[in-house]
């Protein structure tokens, strides 16, 4: 029988489907990702706790749901949720969809109710998965959250899912990842902290670099080498600082400038070499990320290239059809202060305005599109030029990080 209770109570998974995903999901975390776990410390845990995790790739998950024999839920993102065919299993499973970055009444509501009823429940704080190896802040909203449920916390660090399943490529990439679940506090050590010592100990535990943590691993992965797709993140030369003139040459595995011949050659670990005598040699795609970053915040904060404009193709969630479709073409605009988005959307001109002040980021695909959420409307820019996704997001951040200072 259909469960027809009210949605900010506690609905228990179905216990048929949420056992089929565990089989499922543990196949792929020993064949795919080739899980090693260190350590477990839900196993066996009776009372109601909540996990937060790291997030390093898309499909993380399956490393964690059969690391508890208890129905966990999951917080899941509301655009990942609207936008699967298998939406219905998804119910099934009972997970909690929210915007990511926010935190409603309502959110706070349905996962107080999943603790009140006795369970278990995972968070991922960073909300997105990295393209860089870099783990991301987490919202402060999210701390007060943890300190306001009162329970037991458990941290699961996940280590070599970035390499097994990089966001700037596609497919998987064999090779062995670990999974290390452990107290973080217990709940009465939750209580007796505040709210900001809970954000600077819960961000160091969630904190990683996964290029550094590669070498003490030294995992090798399957077409780990192959860098196709990385330039759509390492957007800029750090040689000559020449903007969108990295490509990838034929061999898949070396990126080099179009302008003034900077070249570095990846290696099975992820890890890159430069070629020839131009330039320095950045080992770490993380630091060559940072780099980039930095050199742009260093341009905004003194109030160079503040606005960004591109063209753009917009589209929203069909809920019948449970995808993306296409709505609408205009400009997208960015600024310190908003995103503007002018043109046509189903039919009609619109021109929207939305504030970025409490956007730490956004949801994005390098190369293709970014995500900018108005209460519950996301609106998917596919950028005319991909290329401009990450200098967007990277605007993103840095307004946000500039403002919080």
């Known amino acids: 029988m259909e469960n027809k209770k009210p949605n900010n109570e506690y609905k228990k998974p179905n216990l048929f489907f949420y056992r089929t995903a565990q089989a499922i999901s543990n196949l792929v975390a020993t064949f795919v990702f080739k899980r090693k776990i260190i ?18 790739a898309a499909y993380d998950f399956v490393n964690l749901i059969g690391m508890c024999k208890r129905t966990m839920t999951f917080v899941i993102s509301n655009s990942f949720y609207q936008s699967l065919p298998i939406k219905g299993v998804l119910d099934k499973l009972c997970v909690l969809p929210k915007q ?49 449920l009162g329970v037991d916390l458990y941290m699961a660090k996940v280590s070599g899912t970035y390499f097994a399943m990089p966001k700037w490529s596609t497919g998987f990439r064999p090779g062995k990842t670990t999974m290390n679940v452990y107290k973080l506090f217990s709940k009465e050590e939750l209580a007796d902290m505040d709210t900001e010592e809970i954000k600077v100990k819960t961000e160091q535990a969630l904190l990683f670099d996964a290029y550094r943590e590669q070498e003490e691993l030294l995992v090798k992965y399957k077409n780990g080498d192959n860098v196709k797709g990385l330039e759509n993140v390492l957007y800029v030369c750090p040689h000559c ?21 900077y070249s570095q050659t ?60 296409k709505v609408g073409q205009g400009t997208l605009t960015l600024d310190p202060e908003k995103f503007l988005i002018e043109g046509e959307l189903n039919g009609e001109e619109v021109s929207l305005s939305i504030p970025i002040s409490k956007f730490p980021t956004l949801p994005f695909s390098p190369g293709k599109h970014l995500e ?34």
């Open 39 to 56: 350590r477990n410390d839900i196993k066996d845990v009776k009372d109601p706790y909540i996990v937060i995790a790291n997030h390093q």
């Open 100 to 148: 990511q970055f926010q935190t409603s009444l309502s959110d706070m509501k349905k996962i107080k109710a999943v603790i009140d009823a006795g369970e278990p429940i995972v968070i991922y704080p960073a909300g997105l998965m990295c393209e860089d190896g870099l783990s991301t802040p987490i919202p402060a909203a999210t701390c007060k959250l943890l300190k306001w």
């Open 241 to 261: 600082q020449k903007e969108f003139s990295i490509d990838v040459k034929d061999d898949g595995r070396t990126l080099y400038c179009k302008d003034c011949g």
């Open 266 to 325: 990846s290696d099975e670990y992820g890890f890159l070499h430069k070629n020839g005598d131009i330039g320095e040699e950045i080992r770490y795609v993380s630091d060559w990320s940072k780099l980039i970053y930095n050199r742009f915040k260093e341009k905004l904060s003194k109030g160079e290239e503040t606005v960004i404009s591109t063209k753009t193709d917009i589209h929203m969630v069909d809920p019948d059809k449970n995808k993306y479709v």
């Open 372 to 405: 900018i959420q108005e209460g519950q409307k996301i609106y998917r820019c596919v950028l005319e030029d991909g290329k401009l996704v990450m200098k967007f997001i990277n605007m993103v951040k840095i307004f946000f990080e500039l403002k919080a200072k």
